[in-house]
């Protein structure tokens, strides 16, 4: 069965430094994808990053980038230049591959937390 | 404005009763979805639509009625609320999209408490 791991319940990072948060899956199809999403305190769900199976490049948004490993089935998202709002939880998602319904698996989050 | 709304934001009520969340988006999306959050086990899929008329179940289905008889609306009914059932509810949507790169939109969720 599709799964997504996210190991750190939480991560600390000062302001200005980049920070790395984590995601491995588990799929036996070779068509997929992940996607990043970020949770503020406010609630709502927004999307931030997408990487395709078969995309040859990271994908990259902004200060936003995906370390996609695909050998390890990693899927890292890494934040460069680290603001305060950027404090919120992470989830890394994946959509269920071939399957044709659209459906996202998720992890269960990372909270950072950026201090000054 | 475009986009996915939920009502109600907040709902509490009590064990036993039958409640109503709502889901309505105007992008015309075919697939609609319903997920909870709870703490530590991320966003669960309860249900999902793949177009007006078409539902399936998701990871957590039991205990919970959805319909779509209309592309914009999706509303979840919780027939008989259990304590059990106190958590976020998200609605989402997206295009038919296979393993295309478009994201599912959400909605900003609601907070159900059941007392």
């Known amino acids: 069965a599709q799964k997504i791991t996210q190991t750190q319940p939480g991560m600390f990072v000062q302001e200005k430094e980049a920070v790395t948060l984590d995601c491995t899956y588990d799929t036996s199809d070779p068509s997929y994808g992940l996607f990043w999403y970020k949770q503020p305190s406010s609630g709502e769900m927004i999307f931030l990053i997408y990487q395709g199976s078969y995309d040859q490049q990271n994908a990259t948004e902004g200060r936003y980038s995906l370390n996609f490993q695909k050998a390890r089935k990693s899927a890292n998202l890494v934040i460069s230049a680290s603001q305060l709002g950027d404090s919120a939880m992470y989830f890394c998602a994946m959509r269920e591959p071939l399957r044709n319904t659209d459906k996202l698996i998720f992890g269960t989050g990372t909270r950072l937390q950026v201090f000054p | 404005d475009a986009g996915i709304t939920q009502s109600p934001r907040y709902k509490i009520t009590e064990t036993g009763r039958q409640v109503t969340l709502m889901c309505h988006q105007t992008w015309s999306h075919s697939y609609m979805f319903w997920y909870r959050q709870d703490l530590g086990h991320g966003l669960r899929l309860i249900y999902y639509s793949a177009a007006a008329d078409i539902t399936d179940k998701g990871e957590v289905p039991d205990g919970y009625v959805v319909s779509r008889s209309k592309t914009e609306n999706f509303p979840l009914t919780l027939e008989s609320a259990t304590r059990s059932q106190t958590s976020v509810y998200f609605c989402?949507?997206?295009?038919?999209?296979?393993?295309?790169?478009?994201?599912?939109?959400f909605g900003d969720g609601t907070r159900l408490s059941i007392l």
């Open positions: 989402a949507s997206s295009e038919l999209s296979g393993a295309s790169n478009q994201p599912q939109h």
